[in-house]
């Protein structure tokens, strides 16, 4: 069976209270249950976390490794503009992933455009709120199921 892990960086448990017409209405709790169906309807094998910490999202990602997942979906959130310490956990399991982020970061802020997965992601989807996580889990079937 196929596995699929999500990551999902800081401040996105606030989904829903948060920035709501940047991020959505929908809790992070509601988006990850349609996710789990898709997968479950799909035949995947899929496990999701939320961190705060950098340390705890490299930690996960090497546990990802040991576990042998395939595949990887992961919004690290504030982090997509500043950790190359989970891009350097991201190449060192060689899980390939699926970035995803709620909103069009690329037509947000200046400092938003600096971004240390995008060019090492099988590919980017943003923009389409909680969407964006089955747009990824599709696009990751599509890979396994051309
Ligand atoms: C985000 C975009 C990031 O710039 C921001 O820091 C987030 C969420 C998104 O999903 O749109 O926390 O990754």
Redesign the pocket.
């Given at each position: 069976m196929v596995k699929v892990s999500v990551f999902n960086?800081?401040?996105?448990n606030l989904l829903g209270q948060r920035e709501p017409d940047t991020?959505g209405q929908r809790s992070l709790e509601d988006i990850m249950r349609d996710l789990e169906q898709f997968a479950a309807d799909c035949g995947l094998q899929l496990d999701h976390m939320q961190t705060n910490s950098e340390g705890e999202m490299v930690d996960a990602i090497q546990q990802a490794g040991k576990d042998a997942v395939d595949y990887i979906i992961i919004?690290?959130?504030?982090y997509?503009?500043t950790s190359v310490a989970i891009r350097d956990a991201l190449l060192a399991v060689e899980i390939p992933f699926v970035e995803v982020?709620?909103?069009a970061?690329n037509s947000?802020e200046p400092f938003?455009q600096v971004n240390y997965f995008s060019d090492i992601a099988i590919g980017v989807i943003s923009g389409f709120r909680g969407e964006s996580y089955l747009l990824a889990l599709q696009a990751i079937l599509n890979r396994i199921e051309p």
């Amino acid at each position: 069976m196929v596995k699929v892990s999500v990551f999902n960086g800081p401040n996105l448990n606030l989904l829903g209270q948060r920035e709501p017409d940047t991020y959505g209405q929908r809790s992070l709790e509601d988006i990850m249950r349609d996710l789990e169906q898709f997968a479950a309807d799909c035949g995947l094998q899929l496990d999701h976390m939320q961190t705060n910490s950098e340390g705890e999202m490299v930690d996960a990602i090497q546990q990802a490794g040991k576990d042998a997942v395939d595949y990887i979906i992961i919004n690290p959130a504030g982090y997509t503009h500043t950790s190359v310490a989970i891009r350097d956990a991201l190449l060192a399991v060689e899980i390939p992933f699926v970035e995803v982020h709620l909103s069009a970061v690329n037509s947000r802020e200046p400092f938003r455009q600096v971004n240390y997965f995008s060019d090492i992601a099988i590919g980017v989807i943003s923009g389409f709120r909680g969407e964006s996580y089955l747009l990824a889990l599709q696009a990751i079937l599509n890979r396994i199921e051309p």
